[in-house]
């Protein structure tokens, strides 16, 4: 695999580096200085990225405040037309996107081609939906005209991570833009140059200038301030636990809402009945998506003990034949490289019995890269810190159970309730575990086919709030009620 450079339109860049986009236009720092950058594939610098400051979020905040009134009032038929005509121009400019996507990331050219595609998805999708009615009537009393609307809360923070950059982006950009809302943006300021395009993108298109403004920079100067800025009425934040808990306290003290989608610890449970061959497919699939960095990756592997040593030795062997470079990219940042190092000593520590994998993978040509080896651990105790934590790389934990109700213990023994997954030909089994998994998704026979429609969100520590779907809509809006005195004909008659 090579990892693509690609050179910003000057509209975004300067010759420092990366800068922000606000008032639809290039805002250089406020204080000139630039964060270095590396192309995570090869080790090597590239271009800086903006070092924001309390200023710049000033700046974002009052463009978005500015442009807030007359996008509100903006015929939702219009609105849903230009979301759709930003869509149509994020594929149109596919291949720029996935090259500024790739530099960041070092994503594999498959899975950077299927983050832009997604991107475009939800605006495509909320596009559709600015039409769909936004309230009820209610029958309350003969003398009462009473309804309900959805109005925008007006300037949303979007503060998303380093592991699906433009993605997350729009997932959350998207809904909160066509309910009616402006934006300012943070993305991560490794993975940075996807969600600036984004938004030059949005000018071109024909967004008022404010409606989606970026600013870059490190997230305990910008992301702070953009949570603590008495004009921002909502925070959409993805990333670690330790953050959102960080954010939920400045939140909590501003008394504004959240949408929270932290970490996850996601089981996949495999029955004796399973489809055995296209489950173990799966499950590499669940752990090796995007190198294991994503939120929703399945890596505690539960397999019934009377299959286990079976089934685990097939994952074993599907996981070897994979290739870095071109079956997964990455770690995309050096201090997620040195992370999931960290956790190949604490499994060696608390006893699991490696399978596969468990050091550093060489590219050849690339070997500053910061790839990590596909690695599974078998005979793991649920209580291990490799069974508890998010380690957040492709790295797969297996471990036995013998009933319906061990498994069912064993998955919902955990801090998080993100995903699960159950394989069993028995529907009736699959649906009664299904149901008692404390996440906020659960998958049978399938491993994590959620699309731009199905809400998304977790349960205890894997956050609150849902994106995706039209049940986003609402976390981006909130509900007002009318109730209009309808006053009786008898009374308008002239009095003798």
């Not at 905040?61 to 759709?84: L, N, T």
């Not at 399973?274 to 190198?291: K, M, P, S």
């Amino acid at each position: 695999m090579t990892s693509p450079t690609s050179t910003l339109d000057r509209e975004s860049r300067t010759q420092e580096g990366l800068d922000h986009w606000i008032g639809g236009e290039r805002v250089p720092p406020g204080d000139g200085r630039y964060l270095p950058a590396v192309d995570p594939a090869t080790g090597h610098a590239t271009v800086g990225v903006a070092a924001g400051t309390l200023r710049d979020v000033e700046q974002a905040v009052e463009a978005a405040k500015g442009a807030a009134a007359g996008w509100r009032r903006y015929p939702s038929a219009d609105r849903g037309r230009i979301m759709i005509s930003l869509a149509q121009a994020i594929r149109a400019q596919r291949d720029r996107f996935v090259d500024l996507e790739r530099a960041d990331t070092g994503k594999t050219l498959a899975s950077a081609r299927a983050e832009v595609e997604n991107s475009a998805q939800y605006f495509e999708f909320y596009g559709g939906l600015v039409n769909l009615p936004i309230g009820d009537v209610l029958d309350v009393a003969p003398d009462q005209h009473v309804f309900t609307r959805r109005e925008p809360y007006g300037v949303i923070g979007v503060i998303t991570p380093w592991n699906l950059p433009l993605n997350q982006a729009a997932r959350a950009i998207a809904p909160a833009l066509v309910a009616g809302n402006v934006v300012v943006a943070k993305p991560a300021e490794t993975t940075s140059r996807t969600t600036v395009e984004l938004a030059r993108l949005a000018s071109a298109t024909g967004f008022p200038p404010g409606v989606l403004n970026v600013v870059l920079g490190e997230g305990d100067v910008v992301g702070t301030a953009i949570v603590s800025h008495d004009a921002v009425r909502k925070v959409a934040f993805t990333g670690s636990v330790a953050v959102g808990r960080s954010i939920g306290r400045i939140a909590a003290d501003r008394i504004i809402p959240l949408t929270l989608e932290l970490g996850g610890k996601s089981s996949n449970i495999v029955f004796e009945d399973a489809d055995l061959d296209f489950a173990a497919g799966e499950a590499v699939r669940a752990f090796t998506l995007n190198a294991g960095q994503v939120c929703s990756a399945g890596t505690r592997l539960l397999v019934q003990r009377s299959i286990y040593n079976q089934f685990v030795d097939a994952v074993a062997a599907a996981t070897r034949a994979l290739n870095p470079g071109d079956n997964f990219g990455p770690m995309i940042t050096r201090s997620q490289f040195l992370r999931v190092q960290e956790y190949f000593d604490v499994a060696r520590n608390e006893g699991a019995r490696k399978l596969v994998g468990g050091s550093v993978a060489k590219v050849e040509g690339q070997e500053g890269g910061f790839y990590i080896e596909p690695t599974v651990y078998a005979d793991v105790d649920n209580g291990m810190r490799i069974a508890r934590e998010e380690i957040f790389g492709p790295v797969l934990v297996a471990i036995p159970f013998d009933t319906e109700e061990d498994a069912i213990r064993i998955a919902n023994d955990s801090p998080y309730g993100l995903i699960a997954s159950v394989w069993s030909r028995d529907i009736s089994r699959a649906l009664r575990v299904a149901d008692a998994i404390e996440a906020g998704q659960v998958f049978v026979n399938v491993w994590n086919t959620l699309s731009v429609q199905t809400p998304f969100g977790g349960h205890k520590q894997s956050g609150y709030g849902r994106e995706k779907g039209i049940e986003a809509i609402s976390h981006y809006s909130h509900l007002k009620t009318v109730v209009v005195k309808i006053a009786s004909p008898l009374s308008n008659l002239p009095s003798n």
